[in-house]
């Protein structure tokens, strides 16, 4: 079997509201997207558009400098 170069992967749980599972389910199937693809798809932009507050309060000087998260 060939070396495969994708990153190690985590599994997680959440828990959400049902209704807000089921109309990621109906964009799920408009987009044509299993289910794993669906999951990494919110988790990837949630992270981008949180990222995005986060650092717009740090440039604002809404978190102090000792708790960045650039390096």
Do not use: C, D
Request: aromatic share 8%; glycine share 6%; net charge neutral.
């Amino acid at each position: 079997m060939p070396k495969k170069t994708t990153p190690k992967m985590v599994q997680t749980a959440v828990s959400i509201p049902e209704p807000l599972y089921e109309a990621a389910k109906r964009i799920q199937a408009m987009e044509g997207w299993n289910e794993s693809e669906m999951h990494r798809v919110f988790w990837e932009k949630g992270f981008a558009l949180h990222l995005q507050g986060t650092l717009a309060r740090y440039q604002l000087g809404l978190i102090p400098e000792a708790q960045s998260t650039a390096e």
